[in-house]
């Protein structure tokens, strides 16, 4: 898994490629042959800056830009199987915002994880989150990886993430070590 922080390397687009435009998350397409630059490499996805703009390139399209693509491996999961607590936060924890290269646990983004029986069988995973802004347009997607982490712990049956906004998010939610990685202590 890529897990580098800014890169700044220069990077051509080898093909047309499917994006998500930061901070706003809507979807367009960089075209073959635009130039950018790689501002952030972490969780399996790549921050690009394209024409003064930011995207987001999913690391099954690294190819794109030259990069090694990031393949999400399918574990079996098992329906009687126990999860493992500390692998589910590290499955959150391989999650970044595409604009600060914290992860979304040590910037204080996750308020609650809570575990139950599934009707299925397997563990529900019950997610509470924030984001650093109420009008952050890329919420939803960031929300959407860390259920499709979450999903990829074996013993998990279902995830469920919310979005809640009380409390607000604050620079005293982040972890120490976030705050530091920030230059904010």
Same mark, same amino acid.
């Given at each position: 898994m890529i897990n580098s922080t800014s890169t700044e390397e220069v990077i051509t687009f080898s093909r047309d490629c499917d994006?998500?435009?930061?901070?706003?998350?809507? @979807?367009? @397409?960089?075209?073959k042959g635009e130039r950018g630059i790689i501002t952030q490499s972490l969780g399996g996805s790549f921050t690009v800056a394209? =024409?003064? =703009?930011?995207?987001?390139?999913?690391? !099954?399209?690294?190819?794109?830009?030259?990069?090694?693509?990031?393949?999400? !491996? @399918?574990?079996? $999961?098992? @329906?009687?199987?126990?999860?493992? !607590?500390?692998?589910?936060?590290?499955?959150?924890?391989?999650?970044?915002?595409? !604009?600060?290269?914290? =992860?979304?646990?040590?910037?204080?983004?996750?308020?609650?994880?809570?575990?139950?029986?599934?009707e299925s069988g397997g563990t529900l995973v019950d997610v509470s989150m924030t984001l650093t802004a109420p009008g952050c347009g890329m919420g939803p997607i960031i929300a959407q990886e860390v259920e499709q982490k979450i999903l990829g712990v074996p013993g998990v049956a279902d995830v469920m993430v919310t979005l809640v906004?009380?409390?607000?998010?604050?620079? =005293?939610?982040?972890?120490?070590?976030? $705050?530091?990685?920030?230059?904010l202590l």
């Open positions: 994006a998500t435009m930061i901070p706003s998350g809507t @979807k367009g @397409k960089i075209i394209v =024409n003064g =703009n930011l995207y987001r390139i999913e690391g !099954e399209d690294a190819a794109v830009i030259g990069k090694e693509p990031v393949i999400k !491996e @399918k574990e079996e $999961r098992k @329906k009687g199987q126990t999860v493992d !607590e500390k692998a589910v936060w590290d499955a959150m924890r391989s999650c970044y915002d595409p !604009e600060i290269p914290v =992860n979304v646990v040590d910037l204080g983004l996750i308020y609650s994880c809570d575990f139950s029986k599934a906004w009380d409390p607000p998010w604050g620079q =005293n939610m982040m972890t120490e070590v976030a $705050r530091l990685q920030l230059g």
